[in-house]
């Protein structure tokens, strides 16, 4: 953190969660991303926005399907969020070599994960360098574990 920016420094002291967000291209092309920019944003509807940078691969899948995943990473997965910073490769059933299950939207969740949220975009906006989609929750269960934030893998995604 930085002297001469403080309110950089007030950002990167908000604890962030840390998990893939699964999509899908139009062809049925699996991709994954690790994002921090997240959060359950209404109880009735249950909606949750994410935050996508504008260049990457994972905003034009949504934009061509309308749908994410959110796969919350466990403790201890420092290599595998930074394996989903690089661009993404697709098989059968897996996604990174990562196993992947997918639901009602097709989009991968990570069978890793401590927990996943499925959803449908009802909104977006373009307030600044990403994309905010607002999602429907539509699915979602908890695995096991306990989930990480970006603040124990030692990485900064703010300011």
Request: one cysteine or more.
């Amino acid at each position: 953190m930085s002297e001469s920016d403080p309110a950089s420094d007030a950002l990167g002291a908000v604890v962030y969660g840390l998990a893939v967000v699964g999509s899908v291209s139009a062809d049925g092309e699996p991709n994954g991303m690790t994002a921090n920019w997240m959060s359950q944003v209404s109880f009735d509807p249950r909606l949750f926005a994410v935050a996508i940078q504008d260049d990457a691969h994972t905003r034009s899948n949504i934009d061509a399907t309308g749908v994410f995943t959110i796969s919350v990473l466990p403790e201890g997965s420092k290599d595998l969020s930074l394996k989903f910073t690089a661009k993404s490769t697709s098989g059968e059933g897996r996604l990174e070599g990562e196993p992947v299950t997918t639901h009602a939207t097709g989009a991968p969740v990570l069978e890793a994960a401590t927990a996943w949220i499925e959803c449908r975009v009802v909104s977006q906006s373009h307030p600044g360098d990403h994309v905010v989609y607002v999602g429907e929750v539509i699915g979602g269960d908890i695995g096991n574990g306990t989930s990480t934030t970006l603040r124990d893998t030692g990485m900064s995604y703010s300011g």
